[in-house]
């Protein structure tokens, strides 16, 4: 079950967090998410699974950028969320959708207990123009049944576009390596 635009805000401070809020972004069954000024495009051309790959950052100025096809941009939501007992989800607006803009790959679905921002792996299907602010997408929320356990893996309590950490599944040696994050770009002061 799927909770109501008048449910989420009913639980917004208890169950869900959303951060910061405003009641113009609420709809009948979801919440607007809006998007972060900045951008991360991966370095390599052939990305590999089991090592970190470098990235490189881009800062979406005021007049907007242009997307382009068959580049993969990561980025993140300007809000953070929270969610303690429903689970979240992720998908694009259908305005943006018409735009053929795809705001996750594969990623929509997300844990509970989750606690962060949401990354987004944007791909424009042609050339696409895009702003810092503009609400990109939209969260909802499910009940979940049963006995659970929170989420708390490597993207929790994130503060920053996440690329991907599946390296560190693959290679446990690698997870708690400060000198990684520096080198990929993985660190950076908070805006």
């Known amino acids: 079950m799927i909770l109501s635009g008048r449910e989420i805000e009913r639980r917004m401070g208890d169950d869900i967090v959303i951060d910061p809020y405003d009641p113009a972004n609420l709809n009948p069954n979801s919440y607007n998410l809006s998007l972060h000024d900045e951008l991360m495009v991966y370095e390599e051309v052939v990305l590999d699974m089991a090592k970190a790959n470098r990235v490189r950052r881009i800062e979406i100025p005021e007049e907007g950028i242009v997307l382009s096809p068959n580049q993969l941009y990561l980025a993140r939501t300007a809000e953070k969320t929270a969610t303690k007992n429903f689970v979240p989800q992720i998908e694009g607006r259908s305005s943006i959708g018409r735009l053929g803009l795809f705001v996750h790959v594969t990623a929509g679905f997300g844990d509970v207990g989750f606690a962060g921002y949401w990354t987004l792996e944007m791909f424009a299907v042609q050339p696409v123009r895009i702003y810092a602010g503009v609400p990109i997408c939209q969260i909802f929320y499910h009940e979940i049944t049963g ?45």
């Open 147 to 191: 006995e659970f356990d929170p989420y708390d893996s490597k993207y929790q309590h994130n503060h920053d576009i996440q690329p991907s950490l599946l390296f560190q599944e693959l290679d446990p040696a690698n997870e708690n390596d400060p000198q990684l994050a520096l080198d990929f770009g993985l660190e950076r002061s908070h805006k």
